[in-house]
Structures are given as structure tokens and as C-alpha cells.
């Protein structure tokens, strides 16, 4: 039986790189764990695991909290070109990007594999109108920050059955 893989937050380092036009994020975090054994998913398939086989109560919370709460316009949440209604702009074998954009602000999500069996997951939040972002964001971030981790050491438990 493979021993639960842990995931651990840490900032993001400053080499992240971002897409060409995304402007400086006032808010960022990365999340990363790593695995006993070789994982064979993709980083989209991580972020499917993560996100779309969350439990059904978690998964309805997140969607209320990104389209009512942060008002992110998400798409169709079965659209095989988005991930819980995310839009997937880049995906291969060691990245994905996943965008949603609010009239508050702009939201990435990055999935990166990095060396041996560790996978990242990297939250970049650039405000719109901060005046009305920051206040929200104070109140929603807490949360993120318990649930990202959370959702990767369950999607590696999927894993390791």
C-alpha cells in the first residue's frame, strides 16, 4: 500500500513564468505534493481528479464561491474544453493553465509535473478593480487555501488505490 502523499504550501518561486500579457497578479500561491510512485497523469487530468471528482457538497461550494462570490464567468461545467467551467488555454504533458476572468479580477490556475513525482499547483489572482477584489479575496482566500491542499492529497489518494 503506497503511504498518502502530503501536500505542502509554499510561496511561488519568482521563475513561475506567466503567459505573455497577463499583468502582475496581486495575489499568488502554490501548493505542491509529491508522490510516493511515478504518477502517470497529465496535469489536466490532475486538475479533473482535483476538481470535477471533488466531493459533490465541496464541489458545489467551490463553483458558488468562484461564480457568485469572485464572480469569475465560468463556462459549461461538462465541456470537455474546461475544467469545473475553468477554460483549459494550455494543456500537455507537464502543464496546464486554466483561466476565469471576473469584472474583479483575472484568475490562473496552474498544474505543473515537476521533476521525479512531484506535481504544483500555482493560484495567481491580478485585480481589476482592487477596491472591491481585496476585501473579497480576504474573505475567500482562507478557504482556498485550506481546500487547494486538501483536493491535491485526495487526488493523490486516487491515485495511489
Known amino acids: ?5 502530503r501536500a505542502d504550501a509554499h510561496r511561488v518561486p519568482i521563475d513561475e513564468p506567466l503567459p505573455d500579457g497577463m499583468p502582475d497578479c ?8 509529491s508522490l510516493p510512485d511515478a504518477d ?15 466531493p459533490a457538497a465541496l464541489r458545489r461550494f467551490i463553483v458558488v464561491a468562484h461564480r457568485y462570490v ?17 477554460e483549459v488555454v494550455e494543456s500537455d504533458d507537464d502543464l496546464v493553465r486554466l483561466t476565469a476572468t471576473s469584472p474583479l479580477a ?19 489572482l491580478c485585480y481589476r478593480r482592487p477596491a472591491l477584489a481585496r476585501p473579497i479575496w480576504a474573505a475567500v482566500g482562507p478557504a482556498h487555501r485550506r481546500i487547494a491542499p486538501y483536493l491535491l492529497n485526495r487526488a493523490a489518494r486516487r491515485h495511489s488505490r
Not at 500500500?1 to 502523499?5: Q, R, S, T
Request: glycine share 10%; aromatic share 8%; net charge negative.
Open 1 to 5: 500500500m503506497a503511504v498518502a502523499a
Open 26 to 33: 496581486d495575489y499568488s500561491d502554490a501548493f505542491e505534493i
Open 40 to 54: 502517470p497523469r497529465t496535469p489536466e487530468e490532475w486538475a479533473r481528479d482535483a476538481l470535477e471528482n471533488s
Open 70 to 86: 469572485l464572480g469569475l464567468r465560468l463556462g459549461p461545467l461538462g465541456d470537455p474544453g474546461r475544467v469545473l467551467g475553468w
Open 106 to 124: 483575472t484568475a490562473m490556475l496552474v498544474g505543473r509535473r515537476l521533476e521525479g513525482s512531484r506535481m504544483r499547483l500555482t493560484t495567481f
